[in-house]
């Protein structure tokens, strides 16, 4: 089965500090991988996305996640976060850029 | 270049009821996509259209059905209203070519409380 996750429901990080977000998946096939935020009452920002290449993708707002095949996973990474970061994150897989399917999400809360 | 807009952004409706939701998709784009995001889950795919016919759809009931427009716009109809379909309904556009699907873009979404 075609499933996302994210082990983490909340994060709690002090404002400078470093960033990883975990994710793993299980897809049948080659998989598009994506990380999206979400800030409270709005849709859904595209950060990053891998589906070949370099395994080290660098997205958005200064963020980046790297894919481990033999892991099944794809982290999402920020080496200094700032208080603006505090939002929702999701790690997706999909067959290409659509149809996506979402984990059920990683609130990040950021310590002044 | 305008992005996705959904309407209305809130909405309460009783059980039993039926909602339509809008969805006008970004300029340029011919896809649209709808998920559900229930309070503390990740979205989850409801269908895709394009050009004008449903193309894939997820795991949800036939009283979920959709529209698409020839401006490429998109339709949500849920019937039969259940509490359980109390939730942040989210569209997507994208531009479809025949090697795949391009510039995915969330409009903000419809809060649909049912009571």
């Known amino acids: 089965a075609q499933s996302v996750t994210q082990p983490d429901i909340h994060i709690t990080v002090s404002e400078g500090a470093s960033l990883e977000l975990r994710c793993n998946y299980s897809?049948?096939?080659?998989?598009?991988l994506f990380w999206y935020v979400q800030s409270p009452g709005q849709g859904l920002q595209l950060l990053l996305k891998y589906f070949s290449g370099d395994t080290l993708v660098q997205g958005i707002k200064g963020f980046e996640a790297e894919f481990k095949r033999s892991q099944s996973s794809f982290n999402l990474r920020k080496p200094s976060v700032h208080w603006s970061d505090a939002a929702e994150y999701f790690c997706a897989v999909g067959p290409r850029d659509d149809k996506i399917i979402f984990g059920k999400g990683t609130r990040l809360h950021i310590l002044p | 270049e305008t992005g996705v807009t959904q309407s209305p952004t809130h909405l309460i409706k009783t059980r039993g009821q039926q909602v339509t939701l809008r969805c006008s998709s970004q300029s340029g784009h011919n896809t649209v996509s709808w998920y559900q995001q229930a309070l503390g889950q990740g979205p989850q795919f409801i269908f895709q259209?394009?050009?004008?016919?449903?193309?894939g759809r997820g795991n949800f009931p036939p009283r979920f059905s959709g529209l698409q427009f020839p401006n490429y716009s998109s339709e949500l109809n849920v019937n039969a209203l259940e509490l359980d379909d109390s939730a942040l309904y989210l569209c997507?556009?994208?531009?479809?070519?025949?090697?795949?699907?391009?510039?995915?873009?969330f409009g903000s979404g419809t809060r649909l409380t049912v009571v």
């Open positions: 897809y049948g096939a080659t998989p598009y």
């Open positions: 259209y394009y050009r004008e016919e449903e193309n």
């Open positions: 997507a556009s994208s531009w479809a070519s025949g090697t795949g699907n391009y510039g995915y873009t």
